[in-house]
């Protein structure tokens, strides 16, 4: 049934230009997701998932094809609606943690809020919910650079879901983390995944994080190769 | 200019350019040795040309500063100077009889033309000489009975045409040489400012008059090159003057043509004055070194103008200074992976400050000859000005502008702005060498200090020991600026100290701050307490102006979060602005280094204009009150020594367009000879036995009745200035003087001519002074000084009663000076005009004082408007530093706008950030710089108060709020682009290469 896929993707093409080089990324992709869903992104470097994540959160324009997020075809959006939807709608979670490094942990986590308009009252509120919810609160005044990589990534987590949206982009959430503290980040995730009933779309090398999600689809040469439901 | 800061300008050229070959030399050397570091470090700004272009423009400022300063000074200078070549033409010295006669008795200044012939004939066979002419030379009246113009001050010049060779050429307008036989019995020549000022053309009727004789003459040609030494000059063979003056065979003048050109003969001044006071030793007659005084008074005048650009330019340079530190600060950040690699493969940390210095060299030559080339087009442009000012207050004086550099001023200038900048990027390169390398490959921020090293302990107690030394220094020379300097080093390394020593940064600094705020305000508003017998000059302020900022920026930087908290509280109310504002604030109080030092340059160039703005408004109520310079009269009339009034109050009592109801008091002042104003006087028991040239001035019964000017220091007994004047009155000998003669304790005034009269013993500021015995030239004649007047007068002089002059002289006195008091209500400028025609006969000039203080006021707003205009070149830096500040940003934020923009940011948001964040920066310093220079002046004002009544401390708003709005927007401007271009990132394209 329709109604079940939140997001929904047809013939979707990226291509670009690499100097004189036109680089075709995505060169006809089909994919769907349910609300709800956890769905890790696999294959090797350059196979164009990260091109793919980026499509589908419309922080990228596409060059042919169809995105639709709940019921919202973003490419027909200008880039100030397309923008305000992705604050209001989306979380992002980024290997490189990606937070800015003059913020303290709870001003990183409240910025996407001040951003769609709530005020700063209750974005504070709802950023110091978050990093308790993540479990750092008492570190909610240190700047990144004071924390660890694990809790970094903690605190993009908890940037990417105080919001409360409806979609979670992560990509490669564990790749610059040590085993253990990938697992406890994967554990928070698939925490938060369930309780909320967030749509998550992992992007990933490991096989570890990719067999925590419900669906694993696989890449190749911009083309999905695979798609298998766990 | 001879000095800058009590530092010879020589001594600064010496050392500026042994060090500039030290560098350059050892550069080359290293360079020789390492040709592949060199090429490395020479090819970075062929490569990116834009980027080089912004280097170079952000470094050249500081040399464009000194080099417009000095360029100033010597056009200035130069202009002066060959304004008296060309007056002087050839002629060197004068000789004249002053006004001594052969007995020692004071007589009018004429002598038999024997005395000429007897010095030609002692000086036959002495080759330095290669002219000699006697002549007479006066004032006189001159009448264009064709075009119906008169003109009182025309010079009249006669010399006898049988001894005018070694003098030069005359000229006529066609260029043809013109001589004085030409001139037929009723013909005169005049020089071109003369004609001009007369709208005569050849073949005009001219009148001539002067003292009970009237010449009617015809114009034959208007010539240039009558070594007159004056313009507006008219002139005729020395025969007819004679005649025309009925003076027999004598003359008043001979004039002296050294060996060599117009420019060369002044060399040998020295040697034939001395020759020829020996040759005129007990005639009576005086040797003046005309042409070398006018050389050397307008070298004052230049290096005056120098060293004031100079001092205001001191704010810019640090400003420069700065810019140029955050600039190497910036490209250094910038190539941190590119030298953290480099790094990695091998170089050494010596080789990586080496190829740093070439590149930055590179730049710094460059920047240095764009900012001699610039700094000469600002001179010009300024000069230009300068004398456009001038010349539109003197329409009797030809200005003949002329550009000139002297070629060692621009090269100190492009060697100082070389070695500021070299030493800059010397301590950019140490500090770039000392990089991690895993950090720099990775671009990772260094991690804050936690162990301070051994250099810190050491500046400390250098700056420990200098601040010690210039103490020392203070007491010695009793100069109230080192004191002060002395001490704010001695905060200054306390605080280096006690930050070696543990205590925390923040409130190290934060203390250190206010300490240097609270000390400098402390000293200017104690000045007088604190001072004692030291002498104050001008730079006083400007050191305190630059610790005080110094001290603010402390402040601020080290307690922005706090500040930036009422941003936010205040902005943060227009909800839109929040996301914006926090990113904003978050980065202006993330890097220390760069928002406190453009938040300097700001303060530093605000804080000069503000003060100025105070200061200068703050004089203003000087030219409005008129009863201060002109002793409480409306309206100055001057007649021509040549058309005395023998009788004024039977020619008021006659008047026809006059109402003598509108007119309460006529006082007048008399000029000692009937050629000058100026006479010679020498103080006595001193060691100086030189006589000076001063005006002596007599007043008459009315004048010493009504003026009103007061005194700054009078001696013993006088109680009030009515007591003073009174006294002169009715003791003949007592006289006062004006202040300009007087040296004050607190102020040191600027070099003067050696020529230039200033009494030694009183001081303006004391309350009470010993009197003081001056000679006046004659021999028999003593005036004793019991007070002086304030300062602000339109005539200086000394003033003493018509009695003293006319008893103790045995001449008769000539007044020439007529103050008039008119009643209230009474309009003075329409009662000047009818002065003027009621005087005609006399050929009076009266003019309203309100008129003269409005030209004058006008005048001295031009200057300090052009002043503050030279001052508002430092603001360009401030606003480059953000333009290289946001330029850099956008580059080192490419990443996190991506990210930005990713969780919600709007293109519009980022812009908005970018912009905030300029604006944070710029209004601290602009705020810093408006209140530290409110409070400065505020004292300034108060102190100067005891120098010049009247003036008052007023805040110029519209000004301050313009200044403000101009940096403000002009920085928001600079920003614009940058913050533009920050928006239109990709967000995919900024995180995919992460």
Known sequence: MQEDYIIQVRGLRKAYRTGTVKVEALKGVDFAARRGEMVAIMGPSGCGKTTLLNCLSGLDSVSAGQVEIDGVQLQRMSDNKRTEYRARHMGFVFQLYNLLPVLSSVENVELPMLVSDVSPSESRQRALEALALVGLSDEANRRPAELSGGQRQRVTIARAFANQPTIIWADEPTGDLDSETAKAIMDLLCHLNKANQQTFIVVTHSHEVAARADRIVKMRDGLIVEDNQL | MTEFFFVPMNLIALVALIAFAVVMGWLLSVALRN?????????????????????????????????????????????????????????????????????????????????????????????????????????????????????????????????????????????????????????????????????????????????????????????????????????????????????????????????????????????????????????????????????????????????????????????????????????????????????????????????????????????????????????????????????????????????????????????????????????????????????????????????????????????????????????????????????????????????????????????????????????????????????????????????????????????????????????????????????????????????????????????????????????????????????????????????????????????????????????????????????????????????????????????????????TTTAQGYESAADVWLAIRENPGYAVITADAVPSRSLSSMSRADSALLLEGPYRDDEVMSPVELDLQGGNMTLTIIGVIEPMNLNRGIYTSQNTLEQGLSLPVIPTTYLFKVADGVDAEATAHAIESEFFAYGMEARSIDEILEEESEIYFAISSLLQGFVALGLVVGIAALGVISVRAVIERRHEIGVLRAIGFKQRTVQLSFLLESSIVALLGIFIGVVLALLLSYQVVEFMKTEAEGLEFHIPWAQTLATAAAVWGASLLMTYLPSREASKIDPAEALRYE
């Not at chain 2, 080093?489 to 100290?497: K, P, Y």
């Open chain 2, 35 to 711: 040709r592949i570091i060199f090429k490395l470090g020479v090819r970075n700004p062929r490569r990116r040309p834009a980027q080089t272009a912004l280097i170079v423009f952000g470094l050249m400022l500081s040399t464009l500063v000194i080099t417009s300063a000095l360029g100033v000074g010597d056009t200035l200078a130069y202009t002066l100077k060959s304004m008296a070549v060309r007056d002087l033409g050839h002629t060197d010295e004068g000789i004249s009889a002053a006004t001594l006669n052969d007995d020692g008795k004071l007589t009018t200044p004429r002598f038999d033309y024997s005395r000429f012939e007897r010095l030609r004939a002692q000086l036959e066979g002495y080759n330095k000489i290669d002219g000699l002419a006697p002549a007479i030379t006066g004032r006189s009246l001159v009448v264009n009975l064709t075009a119906r113009q008169n003109e009182p001050g025309i010079q009249l010049f006669a010399p006898d045409p049988d001894h005018l060779s070694g003098f030069g050429l005359m000229k006529n307008q066609q260029g043809q040489s013109v001589s004085l036989s030409d001139l037929g019995p009723d013909e005169v020549y005049l020089d071109r400012r003369a004609a001009d000022r007369l709208d005569a053309h050849p073949g005009d009727d001219l009148l001539l008059s002067t003292v009970g004789n009237s010449l009617a003459v015809r114009l034959k040609s208007i010539v240039k090159g009558t070594s007159a030494g004056a313009n507006s000059v008219v002139l005729m063979p020395l025969s007819r003057a004679q005649e025309f003056l009925q003076w027999g065979d004598q003359i008043n003048a001979i004039y002296v043509s050294n060996k060599g050109g117009p420019l060369e003969g002044v060399e040998h001044s020295d040697e034939v004055t001395a020759r020829l006071e020996d040759l005129l030793a007990g005639t009576g007659l005086e040797v003046d070194t005309i042409k070398q005084d006018r050389l050397r008074s307008a070298g004052l005048a230049g290096n005056a103008i120098a060293t004031i650009f100079a001092f205001l330019g001191v704010f810019s340079i640090a400003a420069g200074v700065l810019l140029i530190f955050l600039i190497f600060a910036m490209l250094s950040a910038a190539r941190k992976p590119e030298i953290g690699m480099a790094r990695a493969v091998g170089m050494k940390r010596r080789q990586l400050v080496h190829m740093f210095l070439f590149e930055g060299t590179a730049y710094d030559l460059c920047a240095a000859l764009v900012g001699v080339l610039l700094g000469m087009a600002v001179s010009v442009a300024t000069a230009s000005i300068i004398v456009g000012v001038l010349a539109s207050a003197w329409p009797d004086i030809a200005f003949d502008l002329v550009y000139h550099f002297e070629t060692s001023s621009m090269i100190l200038a492009f060697v100082v702005g070389t070695l500021v900048t070299f030493i800059t990027i010397s301590l950019s390169s140490w500090k770039l060498s000392q990089l991690n390398i895993v950090r720099a490959i990775r671009d990772i921020p260094e991690p804050p200090l936690t162990r301070v090293g051994y250099q810190r302990p050491l500046v400390a107690i250098s700056l420990l020991v200098l601040g010690l030394l210039l103490l020392l220094a203070s007491l010695a020379i009793e100069r109230a600026s080192l004191l002060y300097l002395g001490f704010s080093l001695g905060i200054t390394s306390v605080a280096l100290l006690l930050r070696w020593l543990g205590l925390r940064e923040r409130l190290v600094f934060s203390l250190a701050g206010i300490a240097l705020v609270i000390w400098s305000l402390f000293f200017v508003s104690s000045l007088e307490s604190v001072l004692g017998d030291m002498s104050l000059g001008i730079e006083v302020f400007f050191f305190s102006g630059l610790m005080m900022v110094l001290g603010s920026v402390w402040i601020v930087v080290y307690n922005l979060n706090l500040l930036l908290l009422v941003f936010a509280a205040v902005l943060g109310r227009i909800r839109g602005i929040v996301p914006a504002l926090t990113t904003a604030v978050a980065h202006a109080s993330s890097s220390r280094l760069g928002t406190g030092l453009t938040i300097a340059m700001f303060a530093l160039v605000v804080f000069i204009l503000t003060f100025m703005s105070v200061t200068i408004g703050a004089s203003a109520p000087l030219f409005e009150d008129a009863d201060l310079p002109s002793g409480g009269y409306d309206i100055v009339g001057i007649v021509p020594t040549s058309r005395p009034i023998e009788d004024i109050s039977s020619v008021m009592g006659n008047a026809t367009v006059l109402n003598t109801r509108d007119i309460l008091a006529v006082g007048s002042l008399s000029t000692l000879s009937s050629l000058t104003s100026f006479h010679r006087v020498r103080q006595s028991g001193v060691a100086s036995t030189k006589w000076k040239k001063y005006p002596v001035l007599g007043a008459d019964d009315v004048f010493l009745d009504t003026n009103t000017f007061e005194f």
